[in-house]
């Protein structure tokens, strides 16, 4: 029973143009969320992360949003860039113990 | 440099062979973890540990087994592998008291045939 989604399995997106990456959750005891990114004969790296008690997290282009009612997190780039092309991963944690990823989406940025 | 090393990095194996994967980070991590990659699944964890001597089950961890005696080390244990047991792992790291932020090794691509 996957309790982290990633419904997308790819998104293309034309550089300099935003990409929108979506995660779904069905835990509502989830309360810290994060985001990997990973590419090719490489492990997962931190990208960015959001806790339960806010909607918002920037890191330079990087953004994340968290609307728990919809038990939905997105992923925001802007501007998208060739090197951004890689798969992504959502990831949502219950009391900082265990993590549950979702299956990941490859994200490529055409120059 | 701050890392975590995996080894080894391929292995093809035959059914009921034990196995170990070692893990090890240099960055006085305390909470160290393994996930499995399979495709359309994502990474599931199968282990974790949130300090010496502590180990606890993840998602996934029938057939396998982990031990933690010192910090720096977390090898994970394969007693009888079987062919369900072919993925790509990963080990990872976090130098939260908890989960956290993890820092992942670059892989173990393992097969059994």
């Known amino acids: 029973d996957q309790q982290v989604k990633q419904n997308s399995p790819s998104l293309s997106v034309q550089e300099g143009r935003i990409s929108i990456l979506n995660c779904d959750y069905t835990?509502?005891?989830?309360?810290?969320f994060l985001w990997y990114k990973k590419y090719p004969a490489e492990g997962p790296t931190f990208l960015i992360s959001i806790s339960s008690i806010k909607d918002k997290n920037e890191d330079g282009r990087f953004t994340v949003f968290l609307n728990k009612s919809a038990k939905h997190l997105s992923l925001h780039i802007v501007p998208s860039q060739p090197g951004d092309s890689a798969v992504y991963f959502c990831?949502?944690?219950?009391?900082?113990?265990?993590?549950?990823f979702g299956a990941g989406t490859r994200l490529t940025v055409k120059p | 440099e701050a890392q975590v090393t995996q080894n080894p990095r391929y292995l093809i194996t035959v059914t009921g062979k034990k196995l170990t994967v070692t893990c090890s980070q240099n960055?006085?991590?305390?909470?160290m973890s393994w996930y499995r990659q399979d495709p359309g699944l994502g990474l599931r964890q199968i282990y974790y540990?949130?300090?010496?001597?502590?180990?606890d089950k993840g998602d996934v961890p029938e057939g396998y087994k982990v031990s933690r005696k010192e910090k720096r080390n977390f090898p994970l244990i394969l007693e009888s592998p079987s062919p369900n047991q072919t993925s790509l792992y990963f080990c990872?790291?976090?130098?939260?008291?908890?989960?956290?932020?993890?820092?992942f090794g670059p892989g173990t691509r393992l097969t059994v045939t």
């Open positions: 835990n509502s005891m989830f309360d810290y």
């Open positions: 990831a949502a944690s219950e009391n900082n113990n265990d993590m549950r």
């Open positions: 960055m006085n991590h305390e909470y």
């Open positions: 990872a790291s976090s130098a939260d008291s908890g989960v956290g932020e993890q820092y």
């Open positions: 540990s949130m300090n010496v001597e502590v180990t």
